[in-house]
T-cell receptor, first 112, second 115 residues
Framework: GEDVEQSLFLSVREGDSSVINCTYT??????LYWYKQEPGAGLQLLTY?????DMKQDQRLTVLLNKKDKHLSLRIADTQTGDSAIYFC????????????FGSGTRLLVRP | NAGVMQNPRHLVRRRGQEARLRCSPV?????VYWYRQLPEEGLKFMVY????????ESGMPKERFSAEFPKEGPSILRIQQVVRGDSAAYFC?????????????FGPGTRLTVL
């Protein structure tokens, strides 16, 4: 089955860019999602990319996909303290398009 | 336009008791998903339901766990004879049928503590 790996922790200074990385194993993944989880809350969909794209930009967010290496990244420009949260990448396997597979998440801490 | 509602938000049970977790999807959404999150881990898929049907329960433990999504009313995740290892956050998500299934809208979760 799909396996998703993320680094556990990232600390950046307010105003800097943050880059959160993710690797996955299932090359048939059709969509790849990024979710954000704030403390004590559910997950909020941030953005997603189709597997036939290699980049998607959405305001401060840029998603890069290297399908050959099965590597996904989320770049947050001008990171704010409100961006402090846990970020999950979630590929969707082709054979079960509804089943989000989550890694352990990357905890982003933004220092003032 | 209310999002996904879950109740209770916090639930404490003693070992051997039953836990019932409720989920009301976004109005108009007919697909419901349940996920479990253990401390310091990501969410793990448990079950996918449509109205009155279980589509995929491959992530559900074989015993003690059951889920339903009746024609009327919320989806229910039921855990019988709870054990300490069931302590976790349980999240419900919903999606409309016409959108990509990965665009799931999550509720705030129910945090279950088993004493």
């Amino acid at each position: 089955g799909e396996d998703v790996e993320q680094s556990l922790f990232l600390s950046v200074r307010e105003g800097d860019s943050s880059v959160i990385n993710c690797t996955y194993t299932d090359s048939s993944s059709t969509y790849l999602y990024w979710y954000k989880q704030e403390p004590g809350a559910g997950l909020q969909l941030l953005t997603y990319i189709f597997s036939n794209m290699d980049m998607k930009q959405d305001q401060r967010l840029t998603v890069l996909l290297n399908k050959k290496d099965k590597h996904l990244s989320l770049r947050i420009a001008d990171t704010q303290t409100g961006d402090s949260a846990i970020y999950f990448c979630a590929p969707v396997p082709m054979d079960s398009s509804y089943k989000l597979i989550f890694g352990s998440g990357t905890r982003l801490l933004v220092r003032p | 336009n209310a999002g996904v509602m879950q109740n209770p938000r916090h639930l404490v049970r003693r070992r051997g008791q039953e836990a019932r977790l409720r989920c009301s999807p976004v109005k108009g959404h007919s697909h419901v998903y349940w996920y479990r999150q253990l401390p310091e881990e990501g969410l793990k898929f448990m079950v996918y339901l449509q109205k009155e049907n279980i589509i995929d329960e491959s992530g559900m433990p074989k015993e003690r766990f059951s889920a339903e999504f009746p024609k009327e009313g919320p989806s229910i995740l039921r855990i019988q004879q709870v054990v300490r290892g069931d302590s976790a956050a349980y999240f419900c998500a919903s999606s409309p049928p016409e959108r990509g299934a990965g665009e799931q809208f999550f509720g705030p979760g129910t945090r279950l503590t088993v004493l």
